[in-house]
């Protein structure tokens, strides 16, 4: 069972977790998180955050570097794996840089040094929420382009494909053996149930899925 759950309560109010195994450092981000009008969850340890359930909603993840048991960058590791919609600043008693551009590359949004500065850990919350705005309205678009793909035939998928590739219709009938005529009504047919108002459109809801040529003739 994966740590990192759905949850299936859904909200609108952003959520800020906070996972450091210093009490009086989860006290006061709470506070401080708080008082800018965000909500938190605060954790004693990796695994504490890991057991609690996944929000699809706005959130971030302001975690200690340094933790007995799971560490900050084994924990990111799995958020970046299971939970990519979740920003993560890290925080942390000591400088270190190799932890600090390992963190970066992984695509943490900030590295702060303790004691923090309220106003840069409050604008780097900031950046991270609206990073988790986009990143879930782009999983939620791309969940319908699923949607909308799943319900095409296995000809119609053949026939975007080629399109896509830049073949004309008489080059996709060649590739599966089917005339242009019928070419036409599988494109016509593919194009409305991806609602893909031209070709551009198609290429890029092609690129958003993942959809790549299908070159040959194959049996259906």
């Not at 242009?180 to 899925?209: F, N, Y």
Request: glycine residues 8%; aromatic residues 2%.
């Amino acid at each position: 069972m994966s740590g990192i759950e759905e949850d299936g309560e859904q909200g609108d109010a952003p959520v800020v977790f906070v996972v450091d195994d210093d009490a009086s450092v989860r006290d006061a981000l709470e506070l401080l998180i708080g008082s800018a009008g965000w909500r938190t969850q605060t954790c004693a340890s990796a695994n504490e955050f890991l057991a609690r359930p996944r929000l699809r909603m706005p959130s971030c993840l302001v975690l200690d570097v340094a933790m007995p048991g799971l560490d900050g960058l084994e924990l990111q590791q799995r958020v970046v794996a299971e939970r990519p919609e979740l920003p993560i600043i890290f925080v942390t008693g000591h400088e270190d840089v190799p932890r600090t551009v390992k963190a970066m590359k992984a695509g943490a949004v900030e590295f702060l040094l303790k004691p923090l500065d309220a106003g840069v850990l409050l604008d780097a919350i900031g950046a991270a929420l609206e990073r988790s705005r986009t990143a879930l309205a782009n999983e939620a678009e791309i969940e319908v382009l699923r949607e909308r793909y799943a319900s095409l035939s296995a000809r119609e998928r053949q026939v975007m494909a080629l399109v896509v590739a830049g073949l004309m219709n008489k080059q996709v009938g060649s590739e599966l053996g089917i005339s242009e005529v019928t070419v036409k009504a599988h494109r016509g047919s593919m194009m409305r149930k991806m609602q893909a108002a031209s070709l551009p459109d198609l290429v890029t809801i092609s690129a958003r899925l993942g959809v790549g040529p299908t070159r040959g003739r194959e049996s259906l």
